[in-house]
């Protein structure tokens, strides 16, 4: 699995988007990039994923540069509630051994 | 709809016992995992299992056995427990491929 790096941690205005950004330069072709968050120590609840277009679904959207060496997650509207770790994978499809690192603790403040 | 749901929630053990964390799906999905989480840290992957009968290591499986006699049992076997498998411990599940995968409530274990 390429490695990913994730600022450690960030705080993002209620209200406002929030741009979690990941940087995976070693990416190979047959890699996805994947995003989960973990609220306060409860299981880790799939966000998105995408391979190299950019994906939206109800809860975020991801923005993969077009070289798929850094993407962006955005939430369109914070709340208080999306408080979590957000955690950015890439693994090759099929690969389902999912490698999660420290993530990035987001705080979202009023 | 349940989805993955872990027992018991909560356990403390002495060292040396032996327990079983149990964990159940209810979503027909053949590919189950066991994650340990440490303080602070990222999830590590236990074990994980591709269907009924078939079982392999992921990166820190000493210590621990599993089974998978159905799909939607995944049980997590610590023989002797050592202070070391202090940790709460996460079961997941998909369909395989780069479906999503669901995670359950965990097991917060605390080896005394």
């Known amino acids: 699995d390429a490695k990913t790096t994730q600022p450690p941690s960030m705080d993002c205005a209620e209200g406002r988007a929030a741009n979690l950004p990941c940087n995976h330069s070693?990416?190979?072709?047959?890699?996805?990039v994947y995003w989960y968050r973990q609220i306060h120590s409860q299981g880790p609840q799939y966000i998105i994923h995408g391979l190299k277009n950019n994906e939206t679904n109800e809860m975020a959207s991801l923005i993969i540069t077009e070289d798929r060496k850094s993407s962006t997650l955005i939430l369109p509207h914070a709340t208080l509630r999306d408080t979590a770790v957000y955690y950015c994978?890439?693994?090759?499809?099929?690969?389902?051994?999912?490698?999660f690192g420290k993530g990035n603790q987001v705080v979202v403040i009023p | 709809n349940a989805g993955v749901t872990q027992t018991p929630k909560f356990r403390i053990l002495k060292i040396g016992q032996s327990m079983t964390l149990q964990c159940t799906q209810d979503?027909?999905?053949?590919?189950m995992y066991w994650y340990r989480q440490d303080p602070g840290m990222g999830l590590k992957l236990i074990y994980y299992s591709v269907g009924a009968g078939i079982t392999d290591k992921g990166e820190v499986p000493n210590g621990y056995n599993v089974s998978r006699s159905t799909t939607e049992d995944f049980p997590l076997r610590l023989e002797l427990a050592a202070p070391s498998q202090t940790s709460v411990y996460f079961c997941a599940s998909n369909y395989g491929g780069n479906t999503e995968a669901f995670f359950g409530q965990g097991t917060r274990l605390t080896v005394v």
């Open positions: 070693t990416i190979s072709g047959n890699e996805y």
């Open positions: 994978i890439a693994t090759p499809y099929g690969n389902n051994r999912l490698a």
């Open positions: 979503m027909n999905h053949n590919y």
